[in-house]
């Protein structure tokens, strides 16, 4: 039913809601919110429903509205409260006329999500979603593919889940979660394409999974502020804000990870493969990642990664990476228990650029090989770096680095690596020599005489 009288109520509607959205993230403790730009919606030439209001013929119930809608219609939901569940199962565009003040409730549960969407092209805006009971689900992807979620708040254990069918290609984003588990996608199904940005996620945070044979490919994680966050979806794992298992070349750059420092074992982005099939070969980059007690950044996977520019500080370890090729440039990692450690690393890996600063160690090297650490800074640690007690640590070239300010530059552990062309404090006109237990020593035949120019150095 249309209510023609209410167009421009309807027009400086939706004005409202596109400054809602250019606004929604302005209290996110100021990162980056320069890069937040207009976002943009998909527009139906249909008709309008109206459900709430005053006008008359207006619909009461929301489910009502789109059983008796087409595709390619829009559904205005006038300010109120909506106790429903709500089945979308056409191409419609479902807006609230305010997020505050506009929200659909129900008692939850894991197998009665309050609203549920089974078609593609569909876009929900501008709604609180709230689980009134806390637990259960606030929105359940089906079988779907280009939808929009945006600028609603979400309540309750899980504010949006996609692992029961394929989803391709949707986008999450301007959305503000309070949930045990803000987004999880995949697991069961292929999770390919889908992009979530710019959300505020407070407690919770994002889970994606690849399963054997199926393809989690392509997903992008951007531009998102989590405070307070770990994504804890079973008992027996280590929470982490940003959490990818089994997939394949995701996309994590610009997110802000402030993590709660009383809670234990928590991590800001962990990447893990459990299965065969799964590679990783993922980009991390220009993250900023504080207070974790675990990692800042942890992987446990066959290789691939590319981790540049992230800042890091205040955690347990900044980086825990555990596999056998990675490049790792450009991050700075300030005041954590251990800079870095590096487990089984080999050729093509490289460690370029990075600033280890103000840690207990440096980096701790652990099984690795043939590896390159070039042009890195290593500053006011109690440890620059450690190459510890293992058969395989050895043949690794330490080139062109600074070390500057530590209480002991390099221990070693019978383990056999090179080390020229470093600036070791000072100008030094005889080779450096670096103890260790077997070998007692080594050199570096040809120290700097300057320290290096490196971006980010202190």
Request: charged content about 15%; aromatic content about 10%.
């Amino acid at each position: 039913m249309k209510d023609m009288d209410k167009r421009p109520l309807i027009v400086v509607s939706i004005c409202a809601v596109v400054l809602l959205v250019l606004g929604s993230l302005s209290n996110v403790v100021g990162y980056q919110t320069q890069n937040i730009e207009k976002q943009s919606l998909p527009t139906y030439r249909g008709n309008w429903l109206y459900v709430g209001g005053t006008g008359p013929g207006n619909y009461t119930r929301i489910q009502d509205a789109i059983d008796n809608a087409s595709d390619g219609d829009t559904i205005f939901v006038f300010a109120g409260q909506y106790h429903e569940r709500v089945n979308v199962t056409k191409i419609i565009h479902l807006l609230g006329e305010d997020k505050n003040r506009t929200i659909i409730s129900h008692l939850g549960g894991w197998e009665s999500p309050i609203l549920s969407m089974y078609s593609n092209q569909i876009l929900i805006s501008n709604f609180t979603i709230n689980v009134t009971n806390k637990s259960g689900i606030c929105i359940f992807f089906g079988p779907i593919s280009q939808c929009t979620i945006s600028n609603n708040i979400l309540q309750g254990d899980c504010g949006v889940i996609g692992t029961h069918y394929p989803c391709y290609f949707n986008e999450i984003c301007y959305n503000t979660i309070y949930s045990k588990i803000g987004i999880e996608l995949g697991m069961t199904h292929e999770t390919s394409g889908n992009n979530i940005h710019h959300n505020h996620f407070v407690n919770s945070g994002i889970w994606i999974a690849g399963i054997r044979h199926k393809s989690t490919v392509n997903n992008t994680i951007s531009d998102n502020y989590f405070e307070n966050c770990s994504c804890k979806v079973m008992d027996t794992w280590s929470g982490a804000s940003i959490y990818v298992v089994d997939a394949n070349n995701t996309i994590i750059e610009r997110n802000l990870i402030v993590a709660d420092p009383t809670k234990s074992d928590t991590s800001g982005i962990c990447l893990e493969t459990m299965q065969s099939g799964s590679t990783g070969e993922h980009l991390v980059c220009d993250n900023i990642i504080k207070n974790c007690s675990g990692g800042g950044i942890t992987t446990v996977v066959y290789g691939g990664d590319t981790i540049t520019n992230n800042l890091i500080e205040h955690c347990g370890y900044g980086m825990s990476i555990n596999e056998n090729f990675v490049t790792i440039k450009n991050n700075t990692i300030r005041y954590c228990n251990v800079g870095q450690d590096l487990w089984f690393a080999s050729p093509p890996s490289i460690l370029e650029g990075n600033l280890y600063d103000h840690c207990t160690e440096g980096i701790e090297v652990w099984e690795c090989m043939n590896t390159t650490f070039t042009r890195n800074t290593f500053s006011n640690n109690k440890l620059g770096v450690s190459c510890h007690l293992t058969y395989m640590t050895y043949h690794n070239y330490f080139i062109y680095n600074n070390f500057k300010g530590n209480r002991r530059d390099v221990y070693q552990e019978l383990s056999r690596n090179r080390w020229l062309h470093n600036y070791w404090d000072e100008p030094r006109s005889l080779p450096k020599p670096i103890f260790g237990l077997l070998p007692f020593i080594q050199f570096d035949w040809q120290p700097a005489q300057q320290p290096y120019d490196i971006p980010g150095m202190i």
